[in-house]
């Protein structure tokens, strides 16, 4: 169970006019002072400080002659307040008139906004603009936005496919960008574009976070003022001002005489927090591909000494990862097919689990979200309906592979849902599997009018949210959720998984600084890395990778005899017993030579440096930790500095008490 994250449900309180909403990991409050907006958003085994540094609100913007007013809804007191419930979920719900600073209303609107509160640590947000007349000159629009504390220190964006420049791809995040507070121009500002993001993660490295995703119909978002491209506004940037990160998502931000905003709208987003462990999660190592495509198809199942090796390492979960046609004899798990092998096929797969099952060794079979195969029951009569579309009247996206296709992306808001449920479950209620592995773990961007309720522009943010939760509940709080979320980090997802995979590029130069930030990200689910290698990498740069996924509290997700031997002769350290940890540019360790790594986990009394030499050559450097920001019990410490000589490919291990 140390590795499986629990939902926890939220509780409303009211306390005059503050409204708290907790669970076990976080807390957010409403002001009712303030327009019933959010006035605080606390990650509680983070720093359980407020991230949020002003309210939330809603804002319109209004040319009046020569002058510019901006009407906000945390001006003025929420007109009315009550609490709902949906499946046992808190529903908050206020009304608001937008006012300026003067306390001037915005005649003939009236603001709608009710927030679901999930028990995996998000919060559905509905605002709705309720017309009674006219309002002219609308020059800008604000909904949902932020102001958040300054000492964030990176972000991730996910564009939409319009700046995106794969548009078959799931609209990775481009850039991790570093955050500075304004000491450089990186935050000045971080990102602005004319359209508007999926969604925004800015976060403090293993720390907490927070992510603003917009509803899934995104056409809502489109149509508020015009159809016209290029008139919104996605923006971060570090504020002097209030001395914090001002977010806006905008869906309309263009400073011309007749806008107006004449009818009735509704517009929806998604605020999460992550839900941090009060300790660090715990290293899962290797769990990788049951099967052996290296060797002939008739020995691609393991054999009793490739699962002894697993037991020795340590290994607990594989996954039956094998959706293309590897030996080219198109005998693979087709996206959407049952059962996916031959009879004697089928026997060795269900001979495998009941021996992997008594050796206490789970295993996830692969499913794609996303791929549904031509040759799967079905697909003539249903991929046309359920087809993953980025332009009007465009083909079907297939995701080819060296031997044939993986299959044809589908859209979760389409009934593809269903039928991925049906499969799954077929699956699972027939096999000794004790979990699901998920790939194409994103949601994405569609214009497929056959589903939403014919949305013209939507993705499936909420759909992948519905599976994930569902597969929770299906394979029960002892059950694996597998995630591959290369490039799309999601808090309400990752929240939910009990191991996350990541980094499925190719790398350069091995480094300890190579891997993005979301290999350490936040301290909630086991995480791993892919070996992006090849087949030709030496056994040095097999441990030079598998060093650095440890600097950054990771493994790779491989079962090679050579990280085999890496993890069996790991030191055997208790992660666990820390609450916090940093990776290499983290700005808290630091050493005089780019081929050396150090990151450090520590807890009140007692920290636990890791040195890796990644050079193949002995290396003498000096470093130091700066204790002023492992918290107040070590702020008397003053920043430690040594050196250290380290021989070559060496990972060493220092405690300091």
């Given at each position: 169970?140390k590795?499986?994250?629990?939902?926890?449900?939220?509780?409303?309180k009211?306390?005059?006019?503050?409204v708290?909403?907790e669970?076990a990991?976080t807390k957010?409050?409403?002001?009712?002072?303030?327009?019933?907006?959010?006035t605080a958003a606390y990650?509680k085994?983070g720093?359980?400080?407020?991230?949020?540094?002003?309210p939330?609100k809603?804002?319109?913007?209004?040319?009046e002659?020569?002058?510019?007013r901006?009407?906000?809804?945390?001006?003025?007191p929420a007109e009315?307040?009550?609490?709902?419930?949906?499946?046992?979920?808190p529903?908050?719900?206020?009304?608001?008139?937008?006012?300026?600073q003067?306390?001037k209303?915005?005649?003939?609107?009236?603001v709608?906004h009710?927030?679901?509160y999930h028990?995996?640590?998000?919060s559905k947000h509905v605002v709705?603009?309720?017309?009674?007349?006219?309002?002219?000159?609308?020059g800008?629009?604000?909904?949902?936005?932020?102001?958040?504390?300054s000492?964030?220190e990176?972000c991730?964006?996910?564009?939409?496919?319009?700046?995106?420049?794969n548009?078959?791809?799931?609209?990775?995040?481009?850039?991790?960008?570093r955050?500075?507070?304004?000491?450089?121009?990186d935050?000045?500002p971080?990102?602005?574009?004319?359209?508007?993001a999926?969604?925004?993660?800015?976060?403090?490295?293993?720390?907490?976070?927070?992510?603003?995703?917009l509803?899934?119909?995104?056409?809502?978002w489109?149509?508020v003022?015009s159809?016209?491209?290029?008139?919104?506004?996605?923006?971060?940037?570090y504020n002097?001002?209030?001395?914090?990160?001002?977010?806006r998502?905008?869906?309309i931000?263009s400073?011309?005489l007749?806008?107006n905003?004449s009818?009735?709208?509704?517009?929806?987003?998604?605020?999460?927090?992550p839900?941090?462990?009060?300790?660090?999660v715990p290293l899962?190592?290797?769990s990788?591909?049951?099967?052996?495509?290296?060797?002939?198809?008739?020995n691609r199942?393991?054999?009793?000494?490739?699962?002894?090796?697993?037991?020795k390492?340590g290994v607990t979960?594989m996954r039956?990862?094998n959706d293309g046609?590897?030996?080219n004899?198109?005998?693979?798990w087709?996206?959407?097919?049952?059962?996916?092998?031959?009879?004697d096929?089928m026997?060795k797969m269900?001979g495998?689990?009941n021996?992997?099952k008594?050796?206490g060794?789970s295993v996830?079979?692969?499913?794609s979200?996303?791929?549904f195969?031509?040759?799967?029951?079905?697909?003539?009569?249903?991929?046309g309906?359920?087809k993953?579309q980025v332009?009007?009247d465009?083909?079907?996206?297939h995701?080819y592979?060296?031997?044939?296709?993986?299959?044809?992306?589908?859209?979760?808001?389409s009934?593809?849902?269903?039928?991925?449920?049906?499969?799954?479950?077929?699956v699972?209620?027939k096999?000794?599997?004790?979990?699901v592995?998920?790939?194409?773990?994103?949601?994405m961007?569609?214009?497929?009018?056959?589903?939403?309720?014919?949305?013209?522009?939507?993705?499936?943010?909420?759909g992948?949210?519905?599976?994930?939760?569902w597969?929770?509940n299906?394979?029960?709080?002892?059950?694996e959720i597998?995630l591959?979320?290369?490039?799309v980090?999601?808090?309400?997802a990752?929240?939910?998984?009990?191991?996350v995979?990541?980094?499925?590029?190719?790398?350069?130069?091995i480094?300890?600084?190579?891997?993005?930030?979301?290999v350490?990200?936040?301290?909630?689910?086991p995480?791993?890395i892919?070996?992006?290698?090849?087949s030709?990498?030496?056994?040095?740069?097999r441990?030079?990778?598998?060093?650095?996924?440890?600097?950054?509290?990771a493994?790779?997700?491989?079962?090679h005899q050579?990280?085999?031997?890496?993890?069996?002769?790991?030191?055997?350290?208790?992660?666990?017993?820390?609450?916090?940890?940093?990776?290499?540019?983290?700005?808290?360790?630091?050493?005089?030579?780019?081929?050396?790594?150090l990151?450090?986990y520590?807890?009140?009394?007692e920290?636990?440096?890791?040195?890796?030499?990644?050079?193949?050559r002995e290396?003498?450097?000096?470093?130091?930790?700066?204790?002023?920001?492992?918290?107040?019990?070590w702020q008397?410490r003053?920043?430690l500095?040594g050196k250290?000589v380290l021989?070559?490919l060496e990972?060493?291990?220092r405690?300091?008490?």
């Amino acid at each position: 169970m140390k590795f499986h994250s629990e939902s926890s449900p939220y509780h409303l309180k009211r306390n005059d006019t503050r409204v708290n909403v907790e669970n076990a990991y976080t807390k957010w409050v409403h002001d009712l002072r303030r327009g019933g907006e959010l006035t605080a958003a606390y990650v509680k085994n983070g720093s359980n400080t407020n991230l949020l540094v002003s309210p939330q609100k809603v804002s319109i913007g209004i040319i009046e002659g020569r002058a510019y007013r901006q009407y906000s809804s945390d001006i003025l007191p929420a007109e009315s307040f009550t609490v709902t419930e949906d499946e046992s979920r808190p529903i908050v719900n206020f009304t608001q008139r937008l006012a300026n600073q003067e306390g001037k209303i915005l005649q003939g609107l009236t603001v709608s906004h009710s927030v679901c509160y999930h028990e995996w640590g998000y919060s559905k947000h509905v605002v709705k603009f309720d017309l009674d007349s006219v309002i002219e000159n609308v020059g800008q629009i604000q909904v949902g936005a932020l102001a958040l504390s300054s000492d964030f220190e990176c972000c991730a964006i996910r564009e939409g496919i319009a700046n995106c420049g794969n548009l078959s791809g799931t609209c990775n995040v481009k850039k991790w960008q570093r955050l500075t507070a304004g000491s450089t121009r990186d935050d000045l500002p971080v990102h602005l574009s004319n359209r508007l993001a999926l969604s925004v993660n800015i976060f403090k490295f293993g720390i907490e976070g927070i992510e603003f995703s917009l509803a899934d119909d995104l056409a809502a978002w489109d149509n508020v003022i015009s159809k016209k491209p290029g008139w919104q506004q996605t923006y971060l940037a570090y504020n002097k001002g209030f001395g914090g990160y001002e977010l806006r998502f905008c869906p309309i931000d263009s400073f011309s005489l007749g806008q107006n905003l004449s009818s009735s709208c509704m517009l929806g987003f998604r605020l999460a927090l992550p839900h941090v462990r009060k300790n660090i999660v715990p290293l899962r190592p290797s769990s990788g591909s049951l099967l052996y495509f290296g060797r002939s198809f008739e020995n691609r199942w393991p054999k009793p000494e490739d699962i002894e090796e697993w037991k020795k390492t340590g290994v607990t979960l594989m996954r039956l990862h094998n959706d293309g046609n590897a030996h080219n004899n198109g005998i693979f798990w087709h996206g959407g097919s049952y059962p996916p092998y031959p009879a004697d096929e089928m026997n060795k797969m269900d001979g495998c689990l009941n021996t992997l099952k008594k050796e206490g060794i789970s295993v996830a079979p692969y499913f794609s979200v996303k791929e549904f195969h031509p040759e799967s029951p079905g697909f003539k009569v249903n991929a046309g309906i359920w087809k993953r579309q980025v332009e009007k009247d465009g083909n079907m996206l297939h995701n080819y592979c060296n031997n044939g296709e993986f299959g044809v992306q589908m859209c979760l808001k389409s009934d593809w849902l269903e039928r991925r449920k049906a499969t799954i479950d077929q699956v699972l209620s027939k096999h000794l599997f004790n979990g699901v592995y998920y790939d194409w773990c994103a949601g994405m961007e569609c214009v497929n009018t056959r589903h939403a309720a014919g949305s013209l522009r939507h993705w499936d943010q909420d759909g992948l949210q519905d599976l994930l939760e569902w597969s929770h509940n299906r394979v029960g709080d002892l059950g694996e959720i597998y995630l591959h979320m290369t490039g799309v980090p999601n808090l309400a997802a990752e929240n939910l998984a009990s191991l996350v995979l990541t980094e499925e590029s190719g790398y350069g130069k091995i480094s300890p600084m190579m891997l993005t930030p979301h290999v350490h990200f936040l301290n909630i689910v086991p995480r791993q890395i892919c070996d992006m290698l090849g087949s030709n990498a030496t056994k040095t740069e097999r441990r030079k990778l598998a060093l650095c996924a440890l600097l950054h509290h990771a493994t790779v997700s491989s079962v090679h005899q050579d990280y085999l031997e890496f993890y069996k002769t790991l030191p055997p350290i208790d992660f666990t017993r820390y609450t916090r940890h940093t990776a290499p540019g983290e700005n808290i360790t630091y050493v005089d030579n780019c081929m050396v790594g150090l990151s450090a986990y520590w807890k009140k009394d007692e920290a636990l440096l890791l040195f890796a030499n990644i050079a193949d050559r002995e290396l003498k450097i000096e470093w130091c930790l700066n204790t002023s920001k492992l918290g107040q019990a070590w702020q008397k410490r003053g920043t430690l500095k040594g050196k250290i000589v380290l021989k070559p490919l060496e990972l060493r291990i220092r405690r300091i008490a």
